[in-house]
């Protein structure tokens, strides 16, 4: 009877453990921040600068360029990259969470 209940318990707790805690608001937070430190010549499927998404491009102040791309409806993501080398230096988006999200 001990057996029985400890395996229920193993089988609720993996069950649990299974299911994604990440809401698609953080998902997409988390993927589009991997791209920082990436070239922004990589392929677009490792860094989400897809050229057709590209809405604007300019010089920041610090000399870095910033390029904007567009997500769905008023979502926006920018990233800062550094011109000397090409890698995204940073990032970060305007819009609010029903517009900014990945599905996890």
């Excluded at 400890?6 to 994604?20: E, I, M, N, P, W």
């Excluded at 550094?82 to 996890?104: A, D, K, L, M």
Aim: contains cysteine.
């Amino acid at each position: 009877m001990i057996r029985y209940h400890c395996l229920r318990l193993l089988l609720v707790l993996f069950t649990v453990g299974a299911c994604s805690s990440v809401t698609p608001h953080e998902n997409f937070q988390m993927i589009l921040g991997q791209s920082v430190s990436k070239s922004i010549d990589d392929p677009p499927r490792l860094t989400n600068a897809y050229p057709d998404r590209l809405i604007s491009s300019k010089v920041l102040g610090n000399g870095n360029i910033e390029n904007e791309y567009r997500w769905y409806g008023a979502c926006r993501y920018f990233y800062e990259i550094n011109p000397t080398t090409r890698v995204i230096v940073g990032w970060h988006f305007e819009g609010g969470q029903s517009e900014c999200y990945i599905n996890p």
